[in-house]
């Protein structure tokens, strides 16, 4: 599925590193005082995030558009004998879940790369479906702030896109994070800006808001003339039901 990422994979099948990112212990720390229990993993990787999770008791479903590391995942989970459940899947399509059955969503440096603005919100409107209500999103994006901002060449069909030596990014700014999560429901809890050789990340959790009320002018009429009912019914069942 993605011959780019598959040739990375091959010559090392541990490009990332065999320790968890330290995006992966922030979070896990606040999984657990959330009481997170099923995390969704996407842009997995080699999985290194994703075996320290599953080795600290979490139950974690990973997806990645790379056949290489998907396999390699099966064969550490199986060795390991951890809860994991990977698929080669493209998040560009509907995510392939049942509502509300995850706790958290996770996903480190994988929404800087090549998603259109377009993309990028159906990715948080998909995942936000698949979250519980006050379900967690954790995510890292790279930044204005890195070294490589500003070079590579524009590339041309997807805007906000640079390929930097064939790797193909996007570099977020805190207003577009904001503007991003305001859109799909999400509420921002925290976000840090951190070095992870050679890139500048941030990294943000943020919280599934209740559904958005999307207003026109007709319905929000509706509703405020039913709250205006409810609250005329209140103030008077007193007076109605001795009536
Ligand atoms: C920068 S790597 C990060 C890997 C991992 N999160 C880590 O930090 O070790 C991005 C990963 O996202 C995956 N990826 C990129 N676009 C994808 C897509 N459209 N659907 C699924 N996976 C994708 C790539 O195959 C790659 O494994």
């Known amino acids: 599925m993605s011959e780019f990422w598959d040739r990375v994979y091959k010559s090392d099948s541990t490009f990332f590193g065999e320790e968890p990112s330290s995006f992966a212990n922030l979070s896990f720390n606040h999984m657990k005082s959330n009481n997170v229990k099923k995390v969704l993993e996407i842009g997995a990787g080699h999985g290194r995030d994703t075996m320290f ?56 440096m994988l929404l800087n790369m090549r998603f259109s603005q377009h993309e990028l919100h159906s990715i948080f409107s998909e995942i936000r479906c698949v979250l519980k209500p006050n379900g967690m999103n954790y995510f890292s994006v790279r930044n204005h702030n890195g070294q490589f901002h500003g070079s590579g060449v524009k590339v041309e069909e997807v805007e906000g896109i640079y390929d930097i030596n064939g790797f193909e990014v996007r570099f977020f700014s805190e207003k577009e994070i904001l ?65």
């Open 53 to 108: 999770f599953a080795s600290n008791g979490l139950e974690v479903e990973d997806l990645d558009y790379s056949s290489k590391v998907i396999n390699i995942i099966i064969k550490k989970a199986h060795e390991k004998k951890l809860p994991v459940k990977p698929q080669l899947f493209d998040v560009k399509e509907p995510l392939p879940f049942k509502d509300a059955c995850f706790d958290a969503a996770y996903s480190h």
């Open 179 to 243: 503007d991003l999560m305001a859109k799909e429901g999400f509420k921002m809890l925290w976000m840090r800006e951190e070095y992870e050789e050679p890139v500048t990340l941030y990294l943000v959790a943020s919280i599934k808001l209740k559904k958005p009320i999307y207003v026109n002018v007709e319905s929000h009429l509706e509703i405020f003339n039913y709250l205006r009912l409810h609250h005329f019914l209140q103030t008077h069942a007193k007076y109605m039901m001795i009536i």
